[in-house]
Structure formats: structure tokens, C-alpha cells
């Protein structure tokens, strides 16, 4: 098994400080913390419609982080732009729609601009990830595009544990009609796609495409997707700064930590 990376997402700090439009907490405070962790990478979401990171977080951690930094981003040129400015390690390559209350689906590779998008940031020495649904035509335009790796979007598998798991549910918009499924079908389908995030993941590796997989995963979700043997990497945020709100943010990422290293081992 190859070593798991965590890239911890540190929007949610920012949600916090932009739901009063002050300074604190200010997520240049949580740079130090992930590095002392034990985290392996920074992760922020530079949204167009800039609901959290501000262009001025992007330019203060890409000058403090001691970790490498992950930006994920709209295919929109303003931002990538002020990315190839900046060069962070990686950007990753997202689907946003205004309206969403977060990334709720796979990048749609078949989109013309992006092969120029791919080709800036590979120009600017930046590595390039793409946000997809587990499906083979993704991960082969993204290859064929030139993306260094995917990143498997783990949001359906993510939703359907929470459907199997957890009771009176039927007020969370998120799990549309799931509460109504029962119990079986739900298990068939979190089967079902589990087995495509692992069939994505050997496909993608075949390809040569590094493999990265996130969102919604937590400490109880994640060891499936931790025991998928392509997988180099995790991207994990809302659970974490969750959490932190009551064992704070180093013992937040330690339990993912551990959840990882069990899962790695079990
Ligand atoms: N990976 C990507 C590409 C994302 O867009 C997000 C959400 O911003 C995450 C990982 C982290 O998801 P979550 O906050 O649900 O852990």
C-alpha cells in the first residue's frame, strides 16, 4: 500500500470569519497547527463568488505555508489567471455553481476550454488535478488533456454512508429522495459505488495519472476509500473544522490521522 497523504481544506475557517466580515479566525493561524499535526498538505477553494477564501487568504498562505498548497478552482479565467501568478504546488480543477451549497458533482471533462486552462497551468509549472465523477471517460480526457492526476469525487459515497448510518435525515436537502430508500438498496447501492471509486482508481492509475479522492469524508467514512490501494492522497475540511469546534483543529486532524493508519493497517 503506498503512502496516504492529507490535504486538509481550510475554507471553513473562513466561513466562519467572512459570516461576520471581520478578521478572526483569521486561516493563517490553522497553517502552523496542520504542519504540526502531521497534515501533508494545505488545501483552499478560491470560489468565484468568494464566499470564504479571499484573494487575500490565497496570497497570505501561499507566502506562509510551509506545506505545499492546493488550490481548488472554477475553470474561470480571472482565477486561474491569479493562480498562475502565484504558483501554488497544485490546482485542482472544480465544477462550481453559484447556487450549490458545495461542490455537488464530478468536473465535466468534455468542456472545450479546459485544454487551454490545463495547458496555462501546466506552463506555469503548476501540477494540475481534475475534480471527476468516478466514470473512464473522465479520467481518459483528463489524461488526454494532461492533468498530472484525478481527484474521485467521494461526495455520493459519502451521502449514502450517512443515509445507512444515521436516522431522521429527511430534512437534509442533500440526501434527496435517500431517506426514502431502504436499507437494502441503500447498501447495494454504497457497494455499487464504492467498487466504481475503486475500478476509477485502477483505471487511473493504468493511465499514470496520480489518484486523489474527497469531500465528505470524516473518521468514520473514510477507511473504504483510505483502503483503495491507488489512492496517494485525501482532501478532507468540512469534518475537520467540524470537529475542531470541540477538540480543536491539531487533535481534529490527528483522528483523521489515525482513522487513516488503522484503516491502512486493518
Ligand atoms: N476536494 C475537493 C476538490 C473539494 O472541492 C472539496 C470541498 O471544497 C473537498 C475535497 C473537501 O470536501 P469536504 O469539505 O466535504 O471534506
Redo the contacts with the bound molecule.
Keep these: 500500500m503506498q503512502k496516504l497523504d492529507l490535504?486538509v481544506?481550510i475554507?471553513?475557517i473562513a466561513t466562519l470569519r467572512q459570516a461576520r466580515q471581520i478578521t478572526q479566525p483569521d486561516p493563517i493561524q490553522a497553517l502552523s497547527i496542520l504542519k504540526q499535526a502531521g497534515a501533508n498538505q494545505v488545501?483552499i477553494?478560491l470560489r468565484e463568488d468568494r464566499r470564504h477564501i479571499q484573494d487575500y487568504d490565497v496570497l497570505n498562505i501561499l507566502k506562509h505555508s510551509s506545506l505545499p498548497v492546493n488550490i481548488?478552482c472554477a475553470n474561470s479565467p480571472e482565477i486561474i489567471d491569479l493562480i498562475c501568478a502565484k504558483r501554488p504546488f497544485k490546482a485542482?480543477l472544480?465544477p462550481e455553481k453559484r447556487e450549490e451549497v458545495?461542490?455537488e458533482g464530478g468536473l465535466d471533462m468534455r468542456n472545450p476550454a479546459l485544454n487551454l486552462t490545463i495547458a496555462k497551468l501546466k506552463k506555469s509549472n503548476i501540477k494540475v488535478?481534475t475534480?471527476i465523477n468516478p466514470d473512464e471517460n473522465s479520467i481518459e480526457l483528463s489524461k488526454a488533456l494532461g492533468a498530472d492526476g484525478i481527484?474521485l469525487?467521494t461526495?455520493t459515497y459519502?451521502n449514502l454512508y450517512l443515509a445507512l448510518n444515521e436516522q431522521n435525515l429527511s430534512h437534509l436537502n442533500l440526501l434527496k429522495n435517500l431517506h426514502h430508500t431502504d436499507k437494502k438498496t441503500l447498501e447495494k447501492m454504497l457497494q455499487d459505488e464504492l467498487d466504481s471509486l475503486k475500478n476509477a482508481a485502477k483505471f487511473a492509475k493504468s493511465l499514470d495519472l496520480e489518484v486523489?479522492a474527497?469531500?465528505?469524508?470524516?473518521a468514520r467514512n473514510l477507511a473504504p476509500i483510505a483502503k483503495i490501494p491507488e489512492i496517494s492522497e485525501l482532501?478532507?475540511?468540512?469534518?475537520?473544522?467540524a470537529r475542531s469546534i470541540f477538540i480543536g483543529l491539531k487533535d481534529a486532524i490527528k483522528e483523521i490521522l489515525d482513522s487513516i493508519q488503522k484503516a491502512q493497517k486493518g
Design positions: 490535504g481544506n475554507d471553513h488545501t477553494h481548488e485542482t472544480v458545495t461542490t488535478a475534480f481527484e469525487h461526495g459519502a486523489y474527497g469531500h465528505g469524508l470524516d482532501n478532507i475540511g468540512h469534518s475537520i473544522i
